[in-house]
């Protein structure tokens, strides 16, 4: 039995239980499918227990699922035994940094929106370790530190990664001034990579109704199974229902269309950077 579920488990979890409810069947007749008790299906569904391939194609057939690369998708993902870095702060750090950085990880890609932060994994250490010092309650010295390296370490992954972030982002200084200008240069050298796109919003954009849209998309090894991260107050909030991906999913696309091009918008950031 597991203590304490990661993200990408809990969703293999949802997904199954999704699959059961879609197909008519209750916890008991699951249960007799596979010869198991009833609680054994509750604990698989709550993630509290792992699936087998076997169990899971079997559930799956049963269940009508004819989407055979989803099938294959949760068989991926219920098999999976990777012990990421990320390991290493358990127990150190709350468990949504951890669960951030194993869906990460694990995405075919990245869109981002920002408003009124650089994103993570585009943060500097300085940056990062500003952003960390203001944090109300106060964290002491040690617990900042740990949090500015997981967030440097995040910066490994090689998805491709797209970026739509606000000219408010850029210009309010979580630092000094120089913590700023070392930020800036850091975007300007990451637009400048074959793997990542960024896009700046002016100020000076009309319309701008998007204004509260900050989010990360992750790209599954299906649409079906990608997540929507929001920051919430208590940590992350991971976001997964089919209806609401397909509207993040458009919101992101209009953010981009509203946005200034990749080249009009490394002129804007390298503006910004000389007025330091």
């Keep these: 039995m597991r203590r ?10 949802t997904e199954l239980r999704r699959l059961r409810e879609a ?7 699951a249960a007799a499918l596979l010869g ?22 079997r559930l799956a057939s049963h269940y009508a699922c004819t989407d055979e690369k989803f099938v294959d998708a949760l068989v991926a993902m219920a098999t999976d035994r990777t012990r990421g870095w990320w390991e290493e702060y358990r127990g150190l750090l709350p468990t949504s940094f951890l669960d951030l950085a194993e869906l ?40 900042v530190e740990l949090r500015v390296h997981h967030r440097v370490r995040r910066q490994e992954i090689t998805a ?4 739509v972030i606000h ?3 850029l210009r309010i200084r979580v630092g000094d001034r120089a913590v700023s200008r070392e930020q800036l240069a850091r975007l300007l050298e990451v637009s400048g990579a074959d793997s990542t796109t ?9 319309g701008f109704g998007l204004a509260a849209s900050a989010m990360t998309y992750l790209g599954g090894p299906i649409p079906k199974l990608d997540t929507v991260v929001r920051d919430v107050p208590h ?8 209806a609401q991906l397909g509207a993040f999913r458009m919101r992101f696309r209009k953010l981009e269309a509203m946005s200034l091009e990749p080249d009009r918008s490394r002129d804007f950031i390298h503006r910004l950077k000389k007025e330091l």
Excluded: C, K, M, W
Aim: charged share 20%.
């Design 4 to 13: 304490e579920p990661t993200a990408r488990q809990l969703r293999l979890a």
């Design 23 to 29: 197909a008519g069947f209750t916890s008991r007749q």
């Design 36 to 57: 198991v008790s009833p609680a054994q299906i509750t604990h698989i569904e709550s993630a509290l227990a792992g699936v087998s391939e076997q169990r899971l194609r």
């Design 104 to 143: 990460e990880h694990h995405a075919t890609f990245r869109n981002q929106v920002a408003i009124l932060y650089v994103p993570g994994p585009l943060q500097t250490e300085n940056y990062a370790r500003a952003v960390f010092s203001a944090r109300v309650p106060e964290l002491t010295g040690e617990e």
């Design 160 to 163: 491709p990664y797209g970026l």
């Design 167 to 169: 000219e408010a982002a």
């Design 198 to 206: 960024v896009r700046v919003i002016p100020f000076d954009l009309d």
């Design 235 to 242: 940590g992350s909030a991971f976001i997964d229902a089919e």
